[in-house]
């Protein structure tokens, strides 16, 4: 018995994706000219003065804090205990610490400022965070804006 021939079509060939998606959003203005285009991975590995409003004079300053890259600016321990001051400082009410209370910044603040309020901290200069050197007050006063209190690093 004869089977029918039946035809052999081919699968289509795979199509190669050339469209881009329209992503629309950008880093104009914060990114200098030079790297708007880069891919966020790029970018981490770029010293800090590509970020728009950083000089080039930034960068070797920030070095002397072992911060030499975006990624490692982002990622600096003395601005995310800054931020969490500040972010618990809008939220603390006055004097009204539990006197049984067992929480602690002993191991971020240096001892003059670990028992004062969130508020108070805020104003405590860079050197208060436990592992900076007071140098590091005067190091990043060229900077625009220079962080010169914990606040200041907190908004920076």
């Known amino acids: 018995r004869e089977t029918p021939e039946t035809p052999v079509t081919e699968p289509p060939a795979k199509v190669a994706k050339t469209d881009k998606p329209a992503y629309t959003f950008n880093l104009n203005l914060a990114m200098d000219k030079a790297h708007e285009t880069k891919s966020f991975t790029e970018m981490m590995a770029l010293p800090p003065s590509a970020l728009q409003g ?18 490692q600016l982002g990622n600096w321990k003395y601005y995310k205990i800054a931020k969490a001051i500040a972010t618990l400082a ?67």
Not at 93 to 114: I, M, Q, T, V
Not at 119 to 146: F, I, N, T, Y
């Open 54 to 71: 950083l000089a080039d004079r930034a960068d070797p300053k920030l070095a002397k804090i072992h911060v030499r890259t975006i990624e």
């Open 90 to 156: 809008a939220v603390e009410e006055d004097g009204a610490r539990n006197p049984e209370g067992e929480s602690n910044l002993n191991k971020a603040l240096d001892k003059d400022w670990e028992t004062k309020t969130f508020k108070e901290m805020l104003d405590a200069p860079l050197s208060a965070l436990q592992g900076l050197a007071e140098w590091v007050d005067g190091e990043l006063d060229d900077l625009r804006p220079a962080p010169k209190t914990i606040k200041a690093l907190s908004e920076w």
